[in-house]
Every structure is written in C-alpha cells, then in structure tokens.
C-alpha cells in the first residue's frame, strides 16, 4: 500500500547564520492495506515531520514515497490532489481541521464538495452525511452546532467522518487521542480500529504513548533521531527490544519511576546510544559479525529474525 525508500528532510534555520538541520536521515518501511504501524520515539525525532511528509503535506529533500505502486514524488500536481483524498492526516486537535465559522454538517461535506462528489444540499449529499455520522457514532443534533459547541471527543468524531468521506486507503494519525480525557481515548482508539476493518484502510499511528501503541499496532517502528533503529511485530519490538534506546523506553512504561530515578544519574554515565554518531563505523552489532562491511558509515538496519529489524549502535 505504502513504501518510504531512504526519506530525508532537512530545515534550514536562523536568520543571519543560515544552518541546516537534518530531521530525517534515511527513513525506510513499508505499510500494508489494512495493517497499522506504530511509530514512536522521543520528542523531536522527527515523527510529525516524517506524518507530514508521507501525506506530501511538506517537501522531501530526497527519498521515494510510493503509494499503491505510484512513485509519489513524480506525480503532477492534478494527479498527486487526486490521490492526496486517498491518503488523510488526523492531528492532535480536532479543531484545527474543523472550520470554527463552518456548522459541523459543512465541515462534513466540504471534502465532497471540493472533490465535486456530491451536489450541494442534495438528498444525496444529506444520505452520505447521515451514513458517515453513524459510523462514527455522532448524533444527528451534533450537524447543526459549530465545533466550539461540540467535545474534543465528538469534534475527533467529526473529523473522521470528513477524512472517511472520501474514502481513504491510508491513514497518517499524528497523536490523534492525546489531548482527550482517558475513557474518550479509549472510545476514539476502538472507533479507528472498527473503521480500519470495516474498509480495510493502512494507518500510521504516532505516538507517544507506548501502550496506545501497543494497543493500536500491528507492528512498531521505534525513532531516534531522524533515524528508524528498531522496526518489527509489535509484541516482539515491546517484549524482547535490542537497541539499547528501545529497551530504554520499554523500562520507561514498566517502571516510570525507576526510569526517573535512572535518568537523574544519566548525565555521568550516558548510554552509548546517546553517543550515536553518523560519521563513524559501529563496533558492535547486534547480529551482524562482519560490522564494518555490513553497517559501512551509518546506522542501518540488520534482521535478528523475520521482520525483526534493529540498527547498529555503539557498544
Ligand atoms: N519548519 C521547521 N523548521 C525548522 N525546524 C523544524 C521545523 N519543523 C520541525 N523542525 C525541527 O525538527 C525536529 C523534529 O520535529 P518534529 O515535530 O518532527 O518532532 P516530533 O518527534 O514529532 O516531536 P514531538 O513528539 O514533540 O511532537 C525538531 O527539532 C524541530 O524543532
């Protein structure tokens, strides 16, 4: 469904100084119809820039994006909105996708009217609403309100059924539950995964939350960054995690206090993969005995079992 060949992205910032930053170093995976991968790592990682830019919401600086076969980044501009409606982004806040002028029915139906899918106030446009707003358990009273008059977790309802309107195959959710109240979490969460089934759809699900991931996941990848170091079966990535930064966010959800106690003595001694370096050769490696040749100059990803895949690291 979807594919990400070697993605890099790189911010030029500062006023005067003019500086690059590389957010995104050569992130590579795979997504298959109806499968979620998970994709979680530290703040500033690179995860919303990498949401953005598998939806070709931001450019790339280099790397392939291939939806459904199609080399994304060689599409023209009419091609790439027609499949853009196949690919949908849900954020953190609801709100921001919802315009705050607009009654809730409109925000529905605007992608439809956009794409020219249905006629304006047309029983048809109507039939479409009242079908989306049951499948996401919104109640016909809710079309007439503005989102302001609305809860978080019904306005996340509200831009579900504008994403499903155009039927969507691949869903990028950047932290799409983070800013509800736990029991409207869970509701929100079920909800996706029902509508993932009902139309088989591929999701990329961003969090922070290590077990919202786990919950919601087929497979994991991990970042640390702007680089992917540890990618496979969601119960294989948690239960039996390799890369030493895995292994330390997986400690951090079984033990958060014993993390925090970890990392107040952190500073003195920092874990090797805190001394991660791009421009030298690892030492060790997790599976692969002839490191230098295999890993060359920067981290890559080496198989420990099928679909298992863990980057070398300082040892
Ligand atoms: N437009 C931009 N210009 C310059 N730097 C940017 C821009 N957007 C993001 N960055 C930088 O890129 C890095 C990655 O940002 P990104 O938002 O992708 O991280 P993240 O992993 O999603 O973090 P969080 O979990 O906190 O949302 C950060 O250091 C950020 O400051």
New binding site residues.
Partial sequence: MIKAENLKKS???GIFRKRQ?E?LKGVSFEIQAGETLGLV????????????IIVRLLPLSSGKIFFEGKDLTSLKTSEMQKTRSKMQLILQHPEAALNPRMKIYDCIVEPLRIHGLAEKGSKEERAIVEKLIEVVGLQPEHLTRYSKEISGGQAQRAVLARILSLEPKFIVA??PTSMLDVSVQAQILNLLKDIQKKFNMAYLF?S?DLEVVRWMSDRIAV?YK?NIIEIGRSEKVLENPIHPYTKSLVENIVNPLKAMKKSSKKEKTSPAFLDWKDDAACSYCISCPNVHQVCGSKPQLQEVETGHHVACWFG
């Fill in positions: 911010f030029t910032t930053i957010v790592g530290e703040s500033g990682c690179g995860k919303s820039t990498l949401a953005k950047d932290e961003v922070h970042m702007g």
